[in-house]
Nanobody
Framework: QVQLVESGGGLVQAGGSLRLSCGAS????????VGWFRQAPGKEREFVAA????????IVAGSVKGRFTISRDNAKNTVYLQMNTLKPDDTAFYYC?????????????????WGQGTQVTVSS
């Protein structure tokens, strides 16, 4: 069982940066792949980025590639999503999720545990 808590969301102007954190309970956190998803009002939840349990493999969605970076610190049981050059289109509720797959999944259905999410609002 893994419990996830997101933090770091807020209001930022276009062009600014935010770093989201996904904190996890459990002593075997390094065994879990972690992904970030987001859902904007009126839209379906979409994949943003994912990282393998040991941090060696990462996947980033094309819409955020070059602007967002995913990383993790297993000693702190935390996964980060560094978001730079934010755009109004990045406004959404951001969720982190965890799964034991051996490779970072990109589909929602492959994740077993979800956090409550954190709001990111980018003003123009």
């Amino acid at each position: 069982q893994v419990q996830l808590v997101e933090s770091g969301g807020g209001l930022v102007q276009a062009g600014g940066s935010l770093r989201l954190s996904c904190g996890a309970s459990g002593r075997t956190f390094s065994g879990y792949d972690v992904g970030w998803f987001r859902q904007a009002p009126g839209k379906e939840r979409e994949f943003v980025a994912a990282i393998s349990g040991n941090g060696a493999a990462t996947i980033v969605a094309g819409s955020v590639k070059g602007r967002f970076t995913i990383s993790r610190d297993n000693a702190k049981n935390t996964v980060y999503l560094q978001m730079n050059t934010l755009k109004p289109d990045d406004t959404a509720f951001y969720y982190c999720a965890a799964a034991r797959r051996g490779a970072p999944p990109t589909r929602e259905a492959e994740y077993d545990y979800w956090g409550q999410g954190t709001q990111v609002t980018v003003s123009s």
